[in-house]
């Protein structure tokens, strides 16, 4: 365990992943408010994210995932702790103690990072909300960075490259994962799970993408629900 180092890390003099202030490795100031809410995604998978993926939240999540700043675990895990609560909560069948599933990293991207990111969140989120994780859910080959891909190209990318162990409990599961973009690692993961024989109840992340308009021609990308998507501190809507 990293408990205490991580705790060190956090509050001796460094400076904010965000303001760049000297201090607190992120000023409480600059974290923004968690207001979890559903995000419309083309599937019928439920998904809550409690919040954008801009700003300080970006910031400290690429701190986390790319730059080795453990110490970040314990805020970016509330952000998870708040859409789990709700995502459970929200699902097409509601569920009170659903098995917490954390989508896999790639070998290559835990190497680079010192070890799965999403599972050490996930660890953190289920005894806040009494329940258990399940990593039942491993990546197969290799795929094409994401980045830049459109939502098509993403589906085509991840298609039956996710496989699940065989059912062994008759408790739902809920889907985790840091951001969520297009949902197609969230639908894979889910398709995945299913075809194990798993009741797959919804999905939570910490922070959902704000796409860009599709140039024309293109057709619309998924929007967040309802268009009132809620930021807290980050003060828009989309």
């Known amino acids: 365990m990293r408990v205490l180092p991580d705790l060190v890390e956090l509050v001796l003099p460094s400076r904010c992943v965000w303001c760049g202030r000297g201090g607190l490795l992120w000023c409480l100031g600059c974290q923004p408010a968690s207001d979890p809410e559903r995000v419309a995604l083309p599937s019928l998978l439920t998904v809550v994210a409690a919040g954008e993926y801009g700003g300080a939240l970006r910031s400290a999540l690429l701190a986390f995932k790319e730059r080795g700043q453990r110490a970040l675990a314990g805020p970016l895990a509330a952000y998870l702790s708040d859409a789990v609560d709700l995502g459970r909560r929200q699902g097409s069948e509601p569920a009170s103690k659903p098995l917490l599933v ?137």
């Open 102 to 238: 954390p989508v896999p990293s790639s070998r290559s991207a835990a190497r680079q990072r010192g070890g799965d990111h999403l599972l050490r969140l996930t660890a953190e989120v289920a005894p806040q909300n009494g329940l258990d994780v399940l990593p039942a859910l491993r990546l197969l080959g290799r795929g094409r960075d994401s980045a830049g891909l459109s939502p098509a190209q993403r589906s085509a990318n991840l298609a039956h490259r996710m496989r699940a162990i065989p059912v062994r409990s008759d408790r739902p599961v809920l889907i985790v994962d840091d951001i969520v973009t297009t949902g197609a690692t969230l639908a894979e993961a889910s398709r995945a799970l299913q075809a194990a024989g798993w009741q797959v109840c919804g999905a939570a992340v910490i922070a959902a993408t704000k796409l860009r308009r599709p140039a024309p021609g293109r057709p619309a990308a998924p929007a967040l629900a309802g268009g009132t998507f809620r930021l807290g501190r980050f003060g828009t809507r989309v």
